[in-house]
């Protein structure tokens, strides 16, 4: 039997010779981030991982080998059966764990008797996320990178949505992020991914794009929730030319009622996030905003929330930004007929710009 290759890189190109990338972690491991496009075909499911090391620690390591050695054998024969029961014969497998070591080398030394040509990631995950780190904190972006700049409920995803429909490119940091940007922008019944999974996606995502046509991303703050944007990025949207969308207060008002539907239902997580606010306001205006909620009056909510609060904060940071604003796009409302025709002037604006 060939001895397995040691696949040395985890960039995108060296990746690219491989039929499938197959994670043999924990399923809790995979789900924190992992290889972009790799399946998870766990050796030890999260369970049997918890109690090989609790042997290992309190009893003994033989007994743990053994035990973990049984696990093993079962998950590897389970996988044969089943997500790799149809490969064909020039099937070209690599395979990486946390460092490279024993639960890569099971499965892929098992791979390569079957007779598949099969790799290991040399130092498994932890090279991958050297070479992510490498690229978002220690490199400078490439990307000629445009804001989409406006104050809160101007509807700027909406309008990244409707400029991605029309070919421009865009990248979704909230979405990526699985967040709004601001207190309130918690998805109902979805986490954020952990930091590193953000950066798998966001570096995934930068590297599908074309570095000689422009890219719009929202103007965003240095976190999206609990996800913080890396230094390289950071760094390119501070530098970045804008495209600013205004809309009147009572339309925007209107807007995010909509948009924020799913908070706007429950009243009482909104009191919570009204008592969580970063600058707290005066007692006075809490209840205030308390009673507004308690009779119902949404919008009257959203508009003393943007003027006392995110409104000065916006106007602060574009204050302390200095960036060039290429144009401003006056909208009066921010139905979807309006969305999509500020979309095709931002098109039109960038081709401009480009040509």
């Known amino acids: 039997m060939k001895p397995l290759q040691v696949l040395k890189s985890a960039d995108p190109a060296a990746l690219a010779a491989f039929d499938l990338i197959i994670d043999v972690r924990s399923p809790g491991e995979f789900a924190q981030d992992h290889l972009p496009g790799a399946v998870n075909l766990p050796v030890l499911d999260d369970a049997q991982r918890a109690e090989v090391g609790t042997i290992y620690v309190q009893e003994s390591r033989l007994r743990a080998n053994r035990i973990g050695a049984a696990h093993v054998a079962r998950n590897i024969a389970h996988h ?9 014969e020039g099937f070209k497998p690599l395979v990486y764990c946390w460092r490279g070591g024993q639960r890569s080398n099971a499965l892929a030394t098992i791979l390569q008797r079957v007779g598949w040509p099969t790799a290991v990631l040399d130092g498994g995950y932890r090279t991958y996320r050297r070479w992510v780190q490498a690229r978002l904190y220690d490199e400078p972006c490439a990307l000629d990178l445009i804001l989409l700049d406006g104050d809160t409920g101007s509807a700027k995803t909406a ?68 996800r913080v944007l890396p230094p ?14 205004t809309a009147p207060l009572p339309e925007r008002a209107r807007y995010l009622v909509e948009a924020y539907g799913d908070i706007a239902a429950s009243r009482e997580r909104l009191l919570a996030l009204l008592d969580r606010l970063p600058i707290a306001p005066s007692p006075k205006r809490l209840a205030a905003w308390h009673q507004m909620v308690e009779q119902g009056d949404l ?5 003393a929330l943007m003027v006392l609060h995110y409104d000065p904060a916006y106007a602060r940071e574009r ?37």
């Open 299 to 303: 919008a009257g909510l959203a508009e």
């Open 159 to 226: 309008i990244l949505h409707a400029l991605a429909r029309r070919g421009v490119q865009v990248v979704d940091l909230e979405g990526l992020a699985c967040h709004r940007g601001s207190l309130f922008g918690a998805l109902a019944g979805q986490d954020q991914p952990d930091q590193k999974g953000f950066e798998s996606q966001l570096l995934a995502a930068f590297d599908a794009l074309d570095p000689t046509r422009p890219v719009v991303l929202e103007a965003e703050s240095s976190k999206i929730g609990n």
């Open 80 to 88: 044969l059966e089943t997500a790799l029961a149809d490969k064909p």
């Open 319 to 355: 204050r302390k930004s200095g960036q060039p604003t290429l144009q401003s796009l006056a909208l009066a409302r921010l139905d979807p007929a309006a969305l999509e025709q500020a979309a095709a002037r931002i098109a039109e604006i960038l081709a401009a710009r480009a040509g």
């Open 232 to 245: 390289m990025l950071w760094t390119a949207m501070r530098q970045a030319s804008r495209i600013e969308v």
